[in-house]
């Protein structure tokens, strides 16, 4: 599936994943993040079994202390 | 889109808007005060802290202000500023259960904690409960230098990130005024850019 994350496209081998799935395919390092499915805020506790889809759009903003 | 207008019109424009302030820290202070410059209407600021020496390398408090609640020693400044902006002050750490009462009737939400737990917590909140109010985020801003890191995004019409999204603050790496100040800046600046388009 071809997905938009973070407003690039992305192809991966799998036809639906789960975000965990996503964030392991992609080697994300384990940082507090926010992510949001076709502008859908996905929180934490769901990121086992929300599913991500061919052209959805993924955004994930990371955060960072310091203020 | 950049609508040429003189500042008098911008700053009659601002006073229309009320924008909430979500920690009063180093990003809260100077996105605040850099609203009241530009013609804010009326913020609500929300800390439950106390000016501590430490906050004054990046904070937007004066040494003779230490001991004071900040959200008081940050209404007198701002007042000392620009006397036409409203200040509504809520002395109380924000939380799941008073976020949507405290920034009730805001138009615009600036997240300006310092631990990253707190920012997803108000991010989540803001999202599910009171959803279209804009949010603007800092995130990423420790250190000194990278200015080419800094950086301000637009996820959707109600979420907004300024600051590098990389660098985290502690003992090796603290934060300080000049990349405190450019997010905080961003942030204010990101508030006008969505408040000179509404109507």
């Known amino acids: 599936m071809k997905i938009l994350l973070n407003n690039r496209e992305e192809e991966f081998a799998e036809e639906t994943m789960s975000v965990t799935r996503m964030i392991e395919l992609k080697k994300f390092s384990f940082r507090m993040r926010v992510i949001k499915i076709n502008g859908t805020l996905i929180p934490r506790e769901k990121y086992d079994t929300a599913i991500i889809r061919d052209r959805d759009n993924v955004q994930m903003l990371y955060l960072m202390s310091g203020g | 889109m950049i609508l040429i207008m003189r500042f008098p019109e911008i700053e009659s424009h601002l006073k229309k808007f009320r924008a909430g302030i979500a920690g009063a820290g180093g990003l809260g202070s100077n996105c605040a005060v850099a609203l009241a410059r530009s013609g804010i209407g009326t913020l609500v600021i929300a ?16 040494a003779d202000q230490t001991g004071l609640l900040k959200t008081d020693a940050l209404k007198e400044t701002i007042s000392r500023i620009n006397p036409g902006v409203s200040i509504i002050t809520c002395n ?23 631990k990253k737990e707190m920012k997803v917590m108000l991010i989540e909140t803001v999202l599910s409960e009171i959803p279209g109010v804009p949010l603007v985020v800092g995130s990423g801003l420790a250190g000194y230098g990278s200015n080419e890191t ?9 979420l907004y990130v300024c600051g590098d999204e990389a660098t985290t603050a502690d003992d090796d790496l603290p934060p300080m005024a000049p990349r405190v100040g450019i997010v905080a800046n961003m942030q204010a600046n990101t508030v006008i850019e969505i408040l000179m388009q509404r109507k």
């Open chain 2, 47 to 62: 800390d439950f802290d106390v000016v501590e020496p430490a906050n004054l390398n990046r904070q937007y408090y004066f």
């Open chain 2, 150 to 158: 800094i950086r301000s995004r637009k996820i959707d019409d109600t």
């Open chain 2, 92 to 114: 109380l750490k924000l939380d799941e259960s008073n976020i949507t009462e405290v920034f009730a009737g805001c138009d615009v939400i600036v997240e300006a904690f310092d």
